[in-house]
Each structure stands twice: as structure tokens, then as C-alpha cells.
């Protein structure tokens, strides 16, 4: 069987299968020729999966769906491809996670202390402007913070 006869025979499996849901789509030589050329690149599977796609999603408002059709196949099939893409570069893009959560409090002791306690202030002031007393526990942290370690 040569590849234009095995071609010809999984378009005929995929306008079958399109038949057996929609019996709109007809098994006939203008729509086997029309397919042929129209998705012609296009693997079986990906065209059988765009036949399954489009009639998995849903159809638009107060309208018949439409039959799907070698136009429809090539646009889902592209819509797809593209939005794989765009998910695989979109997850090669993210950045790495930090490595080191107290990387900054390491580089930075200095300025981590003083943002620190400048935050602690400013929450004991906001807890005294609301007339607010601190417990023992509270002021108990008061020491200098000790450094992470893993």
C-alpha cells in the first residue's frame, strides 16, 4: 500500500468517524478530495482529535453547531499547536525559585535588623494609638532574631 493509498484510507477513517457524530458530514468523492488537500501535513491523530475537540466544546448561542468540516480541523489544529507553544515557552520562562529563602537577611543582616525592628515599632505604635497593651510574651521577642539555618 503506498502512502497516497494509506493517507486516502485514514481520511476516510476520520470522515467516518466524523459521520458516525454529525450525519451532516457525508462520505463522498468531493469531500474526500477537498479533505485530502486541505489537511494535507496534518497527522491522523491530530485530526482525529480536532473532530473530537470540536465537538466536545460547546456550540455558540441560540445556533446549530456547525459541521465540522477539513477548515475547521486545520483552524483547531493550529489554534492547538499554538496554544501548546505558548505554554511550554511560558513554562521554560518562569524564573527559578529562590534558592535560599534568608538569602537577603545573609547579604543584608544590617539593613534586615533595622527593617525588623522599624516594622515591630511601627506595629507597637499602631497597638498604642489603639490603646492596646502588649503582653510579656511580646516583649519577649525583642532580641535580635536568629539567623536561619536550614
Not at 534558592?99 to 511601627?122: M, V
Request: hydrophobic share 35%; aromatic share 6%.
Amino acid at each position: 500500500m503506498s502512502y497516497q493509498d494509506q493517507r486516502t484510507e485514514e481520511i476516510k477513517t476520520c470522515i467516518a468517524l466524523a459521520n458516525g457524530i454529525d450525519p451532516r458530514i457525508q462520505m463522498n468523492p468531493p469531500t474526500l478530495s477537498l479533505w485530502i488537500k486541505t489537511l494535507v501535513g496534518k497527522s491522523f491523530d491530530a485530526i482525529h482529535a480536532a473532530i473530537e475537540l470540536h465537538y466536545m466544546r460547546p456550540a455558540p448561542p441560540n445556533r446549530d453547531r456547525p459541521a465540522v468540516d477539513a477548515t475547521i480541523i486545520r483552524r483547531i489544529i493550529s489554534e492547538e499547536t499554538d496554544r501548546a507553544q505558548a505554554v511550554q515557552s511560558a513554562q521554560k520562562a518562569l524564573p527559578a525559585g529562590v534558592k535560599d529563602p534568608s538569602s537577603y537577611r545573609a547579604r543584608n543582616s544590617e539593613e534586615w535588623d533595622r527593617l525588623y525592628a522599624k516594622g515591630r515599632d511601627d506595629r507597637r505604635a499602631d497597638l498604642a494609638r489603639q490603646g492596646i497593651q502588649l503582653m510579656d510574651w511580646q516583649l519577649a521577642n525583642d532580641r535580635k532574631p536568629e539567623p536561619f539555618a536550614p
